[in-house]
């Protein structure tokens, strides 16, 4: 599957029993459908999933990864803040670190102190942004 931003094959990630397909270059993840609800159902947030909504942007719209039709875009995040890429039958493509600030929008407030977040460590191992390995 190539990268529907940089054009680069995706590497596929496993994160308990969810694939996550992301791209080395531009560290952007592909979602299928459906994942993005399991990764939230998983680190007990669901809020998020009712929030998205379409909008008329004036980004560049991207290519579906699997079907090469146009992704549409679509707000994500409490107040919106998020703009992501949709294909309606394959799935959500996340820019650098969308899908870290989505995760946290849709799990905030109901995630408990202190709680283990695996999910959030995870992505932290992954998009350690240039420089910063050896900290
Ligand atoms: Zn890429
Ligand atoms: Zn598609």
Not at 34 to 53: I, K, M
Not at 59 to 71: D, L, V, Y
Not at 81 to 96: A, T, V
Request: charged share 30%.
């Amino acid at each position: 599957m190539k990268c529907p931003q940089c054009s680069d094959i995706l590497i596929t990630l496993e994160f308990d029993r969810i694939e996550i397909d992301y791209c080395p270059r531009c560290e952007g993840v592909w979602l299928d459908s459906g994942e993005l609800a399991l990764l939230l159902a998983r680190e007990g947030g669901s809020a998020l999933v009712g929030t998205f909504r379409p909008v008329s942007g004036k980004e560049r719209k991207r290519t579906c990864p699997i079907c090469s039709r146009a992704m549409k875009k679509i707000l994500a995040g409490g107040n919106g803040s998020i703009l992501l890429d949709e294909c309606p039958d394959h799935g959500l493509w996340f820019d650098r670190g969308e899908l870290k600030k989505t995760l946290a929008a849709g799990c905030s407030g109901i995630r408990e102190e202190g709680r283990e977040d695996s999910l959030t460590r995870l992505l932290d191992e992954i998009f350690v942004p240039c420089g910063e390995e050896s900290r």
